[in-house]
């Protein structure tokens, strides 16, 4: 029944009018995660980190302004993401702007060696794969498996039609990448949740937390150039991408040293990008060791 019901969700919304696809993503959520009060809890919480070095200067207007924002990009996220598969390229490279950045992806890749790409949950990362498979570049990234297990196959479907690769985070997912960035393809990780609950821990937004060390760790293994990117929505329909120069990171000589030394680089300009836009980091989880 979940996944008849999620299946059908996405029909319409793939099909409809994104004003209409807007207004029922807003409805559906206003009756579920606004009305839910931990998840807007967890959403204060994150924003209080991110709008100040200090949590406790950030006013209660400010802070429940924001949280309503996010809620509300939410909403959009899966709005917008559910009218990809059903876009052609020409439309997608039209309402998807990558200007600031654009010479370091082409840059990484003339390396050789495959491009690690590192984002944070924010606008719409869908849209930046689908943008580069729409100008050639193609994209692999990893996605967490769903129950029930066709669930997941619909969804991989569903990025697959957009022009993303999907591998799912087992335990086989390593293996599969080290292939992909052996072919000199570009790896997309979603790297601000620890998943797994296996991660690194770095100071993100002055809190101690943890990161994935994923991307550290395929970095260093294979002299893949990492970036971190961030893809966000607007202005209006459109999105844009933003894309940091490859990381410059010096080792030392200790593995397990450079993969923590590395992610707490990554987890440094992950903050930087997320500042950008925070109403569009869509974090509904308990994100912080103090939290």
């Known amino acids: 029944m979940k996944v008849v019901i999620v299946k ?33 809890a967890n959403v204060a919480r994150n924003m209080r980190h991110v709008l100040a070095n200090h949590p406790e200067e950030v006013s209660i207007d400010v802070l429940t302004g924001f949280r309503d924002r996010v809620l509300i990009e939410y909403s959009k996220y899966w709005a917008e993401g559910a009218k990809l598969p059903a876009l052609d390229k020409v439309e997608i490279a039209k309402r998807f702007s990558l200007s600031e950045g654009r010479e370091h992806l082409d840059e990484a890749q003339a390396q050789g060696k495959g491009v690690i790409v590192v984002l944070p949950h924010i606008g719409s990362w869908e849209w930046g794969g689908a943008y580069l498979d729409a100008i050639g570049f193609g994209l692999t990234a990893v996605a967490e498996e769903l129950e029930p297990p066709e669930l997941f196959e619909w969804f991989k479907k569903k990025r697959e039609a957009m022009g993303i690769s999907v591998i799912g985070l087992n335990d086989q997912a390593g293996s599969a990448l080290l292939d992909t960035l052996a072919a000199n393809k570009t790896v997309a990780l979603l790297s601000d949740r620890d998943i797994q609950n296996n991660g690194i821990e770095v100071t993100f937004f002055g809190e101690r937390t943890t990161l994935p060390a994923g991307p550290a760790v395929m970095a260093l293994r294979t002299g893949a150039p990492l970036l971190t990117v961030a893809c966000y929505s607007g202005p209006l329909d459109g999105h844009h991408a ?25 987890a440094t300009e992950l903050e930087g990008l997320i500042r950008r836009a925070p109403e569009q980091w869509h974090d509904l989880q308990p994100r912080f060791a103090n939290d």
């Open 242 to 266: 933003v894309i940091n120069p490859p990381i410059a990171f010096e080792r030392s000589g200790k593995f397990r040293a450079d993969v923590a030394a590395l992610t707490q680089v990554i």
């Open 8 to 40: 059908s969700v996405g029909w319409v919304l793939e099909h409809l009018p994104l004003r209409i696809d807007m207004w029922i993503t807003k409805t559906v959520s206003r009756a579920t995660t606004g009305r839910n009060k931990t998840v807007k």
